[in-house]
């Protein structure tokens, strides 16, 4: 049973930072593009960041670019997402996502997605 596990959600006050862990299991994703969304309440679900099946290639809303930082470990089967500079507007649920394509996307076409961690920034 293919399983993905955010964790590293929390409270933080404005200008800090998190960092969030996505574990996956079930199967090996080492040919699977990644992504990070998150849904604040009252929004759709967005996308945040995403990376290729190598790594190589990195894709950011525009939101977020300069202050957070996707990055994986194929070894470990985990991807991860640096947040820093934090804003009461990043405050939603987090969302991990695998797709079976090596190319990474903003859209929500990923196969496989996580349960959510919170990430609450206060002012």
């Known amino acids: 049973q293919v399983q993905l596990v955010e964790s590293g959600g929390g409270l933080v006050q404005a200008g800090g930072s998190l960092s969030l862990s996505c574990a996956a299991s079930?199967?090996?994703?080492?040919?699977?593009?990644m992504g990070w969304f998150r849904q604040a309440p009252g929004k759709g679900r967005e996308f945040v960041a995403a990376c290729s099946a190598t790594g190589r290639s990195t894709y950011y809303a525009d939101s977020v670019k300069g202050r957070f930082t996707i990055s994986r470990d194929s070894a470990k089967n985990t991807v991860y997402l640096q947040m820093n500079s934090l804003k009461p507007e990043d405050t939603a649920v987090y969302y991990c996502?695998?797709?079976?394509?090596?190319?990474?996307?903003?859209?929500?076409?990923?196969?496989?997605w996580g349960q959510g961690t919170q990430v609450t920034v206060s002012s």
């Open positions: 996502a695998a797709r079976n394509y090596a190319s990474a996307s903003d859209a929500l076409n990923y196969d496989y």
């Open positions: 079930g199967r090996t994703f080492s040919n699977s593009a």
